[in-house]
Nanobody, 125 residues
Framework: QVQLVESGGGLVQAGGSLRLSCAAS????????MGWFRQAPGKVREFVAV????????DYVDSVKGRFTLSRDNAKNTVYLQMNSLKPEDTAIYYC??????????????????WGQGTQVTVSS
């Protein structure tokens, strides 16, 4: 049984930082690209970031470039999303997800096979 479990969400003031973690089990973690998506109230889910199998390649949505950093530790089956300089518009439920699809589709939620339950991030102004 595949499980992706996010943690690290919470309430932070604008300009602050949070580090989200996603611990995976039940799948060959190093064979999967790991992505993060978010969904704010009343909005559609959007792609945030993705990291390649061994962590040598990442991709970010423009709105988080330079503020968010995605990394992974394959020995721990865990991916980390370091979020700095947070803004109120970053408020959302953040989901991690796993895919074996290629770069051409890794920004699309439909490409992902497995999803976590989500963790709430709230940034106050």
């Amino acid at each position: 049984q595949v499980q992706l479990v996010e943690s690290g969400g919470g309430l932070v003031q604008a300009g602050g930082s949070l580090r989200l973690s996603c611990a995976a089990s039940g799948l060959p973690f190093s064979s999967y690209k790991m992505g993060w998506f978010r969904q704010a109230p009343g909005k559609v889910r959007e792609f945030v970031a993705v990291i390649s199998w061994i962590g040598d390649s990442t991709d970010y949505v423009d709105s988080v470039k330079g503020r968010f950093t995605l990394s992974r530790d394959n020995a721990k089956n865990t991916v980390y999303l370091q979020m700095n300089s947070l803004k109120p518009e970053d408020t959302a439920i953040y989901y991690c997800a796993a895919t074996q699809r290629g770069r051409a589709s890794w920004r699309q939620g439909t490409a992902y096979n497995y999803w976590g339950q989500g963790t709430q991030v709230t940034v106050s102004s």
